[in-house]
């Protein structure tokens, strides 16, 4: 059976046609940035955003649950804000005209707990990371043994690594700060970031600030430190008047982490509407093949889609289904990015029935065995996630510490993750609801040498077939939004530079 090919010249034969797959933030930045680089540069171009779900945003995804006399909870079933220090996706919500929405996080009842011998035990004040930078809350802390500061203070003197291979975040948290160092402050904060092992996880590709902090001060205490006289610096500039009337005025100050007013669903929200091009959402590809120096898309309708570039905003293993026979060197390194499952259970009590610490939340060392991995208490952490007379905890479980909770039916779960909020927060109240997100394989997993795989993926793609997202450089929403800003501008620079085949592409009979 024969397909017919939708052309897609325009009546000049000169218009450029781009295909972006996957309506995720990752795929919507490359398809806004595009539509930006068209407009800059007045490129000849249009573009077609296929997303296979109903909805855009992938895994930013917030729910609005009502309370009591109609006041809202703010329950996100993904992530919950994103770094400003990253400025990527800040800038992106500013261009989207959603500066007054911006929420950030209440610093002045910033506190992180860890759980500590089964007790929650504050992180000590100063802790930037995973490095003290004030001696006296350090040192009064119970957290880490007197052995375990010590060994932390030999950073001081060990000599830097300086050959620039990659190795696991925990071999380099051992070597600077020791194993204790490692299991009660590295492994919960940094690793739990990324849902990863600390024994395999990659440090240049997730933490290549700490690499650069040893080479250039020989000591990541010294480094941090040296970092923090730099901030106070630039902020005590930052306070001065401004020189020159043409400056753009100074932007409100922020958080380090920021959301939305509504919740992160909102960037993903607004962002469709902004966008020029062709949308389809419930539309899947289910194959790539070049076509007379050309790529043929074959979408679940059967209808297929011929463009002049093709985006892969997807997870790493669907696309490597999807150019197995046009990029096969390649699939073969997309197919070898690890993945893992992770999920999250949103809880609501009345502020009455619940004793919390005051803070943001307690991560829990892999050394505690626990079910849940970490707790956040989201009503503290962000205003207008509950109402006052309400706490909203967000529990995690999954990933590669307890792969077998994602496979609990929700009844079980709750029981489940009910008994250690009570053993390790004394939670014993039964929540006003829960909301239950289990997101399969949606992790991917920057194992050592991970910047390697993914050049190597990169040369081994034809032209003008292009991967981004969170697979590659970057899983957090700024990274994102900033390989979607990368890939544009690559995709107009190339675009630009290549004689585009001006007559319609005719059906390939073999299809």
């Known amino acids: 059976m024969t397909e017919n090919i939708k052309s897609t010249s325009s009546n000049n034969g000169k218009e450029k046609h781009v295909v972006i797959v996957g309506g995720g933030i990752a795929g919507l930045s490359t398809a806004w940035y595009l539509q930006k680089q068209a407009a800059e540069k007045d490129l000849a171009l249009r573009y077609t955003i296929l997303e296979k779900s109903s909805r855009w945003g992938g895994k930013i995804l ?120 490692l299991d009660k402050i590295a492994e919960p904060l940094m690793s739990g970031i990324y849902n990863a092992e600390a024994e395999r996880q990659s440090l240049l590709a997730t933490f290549p600030r700490f690499r650069a902090l040893e080479e250039k001060h020989g000591s990541l205490i010294k480094g941090m430190l040296a970092s923090r006289k730099a901030r106070a610096s630039q902020k005590a500039r930052g306070q001065r008047p401004a020189a020159g009337a043409d400056q753009e005025p100074a932007k409100r100050p922020l958080s380090m982490f920021v959301t939305l007013r509504d919740g992160l669903e909102e960037l993903t929200q607004v962002l469709p509407g902004k966008l020029n091009g062709d949308l389809r959402l419930d539309t899947s590809v289910t194959e790539v093949r070049e076509v007379d120096g050309r790529l043929s898309l074959k979408l679940n309708n059967g209808q297929r889609l011929v463009a002049d570039a093709v985006v892969l905003a997807i997870p790493a293993y669907c696309a490597a289904g999807l150019i197995k026979d046009v990029a096969p060197e390649a699939a073969t390194g997309l197919d070898a990015i690890r993945y893992v499952s992770t999920g999250t259970i949103s809880l609501a009590f009345r502020r009455q029935d619940v004793d919390l610490p005051e803070g943001f939340g307690l991560v829990i060392p892999r050394s505690e065995q626990r079910l849940i991995n970490a707790v956040t208490i989201t009503s503290t952490k962000f205003d207008h996630r509950a109402p006052d007379d309400h ?116 059906e390939p009979a073999a299809l």
């Not at 929540?431 to 050049?455: C, K, S, T």
């Open 391 to 506: 706490v909203l905890l967000r529990v995690f479980f999954g990933g590669s510490r307890r792969p077998e909770m994602m496979d609990v039916d929700d009844d079980q779960l709750l029981a489940l993750v009910l008994a250690e909020l009570d053993a390790v927060l004394g939670v014993d109240a039964q929540p006003l609801f829960r909301r239950i997100y289990r997101w399969r394989r949606a992790n991917p997993q920057y194992d050592v040498g991970h910047l390697e795989r993914v050049e190597a993926i990169e040369k081994a793609l034809p032209a003008r077939l292009y991967v981004t997202g969170s697979p590659y450089r970057g899983i957090g929403i700024p990274d994102c939004v900033h390989q979607g800003q990368l890939t544009a501008e690559q995709i107009a620079s190339d675009l630009a530079a290549v004689d585009v085949q001006e007559e319609p592409v005719p």
């Open 62 to 181: 917030t729910d609005q649950v009502d309370g009591p006399e109609g006041q809202q909870f703010v329950v996100e079933g993904g992530p919950d804000s994103f770094i400003t220090q990253k400025p990527w996706a800040l800038q992106l919500a500013r261009e989207l005209g959603l500066e007054e929405r911006l929420l950030g996080t209440n610093d002045d009842r910033r506190k992180i707990y860890v759980l500590h011998k089964g007790r929650p035990t504050p992180l000590p004040d100063g802790v930037l990371l995973i490095v003290p930078t004030k001696i006296k809350p350090f040192a009064l802390s119970s957290l880490i043994s007197p052995l375990g500061k010590l060994r932390m203070g030999l950073d001081l003197f060990i000599p830097p690594k300086m050959d620039g291979e990659d190795e696991t975040l925990a071999d380099f948290i051992s070597r600077r700060l020791g194993s204790e160092a």
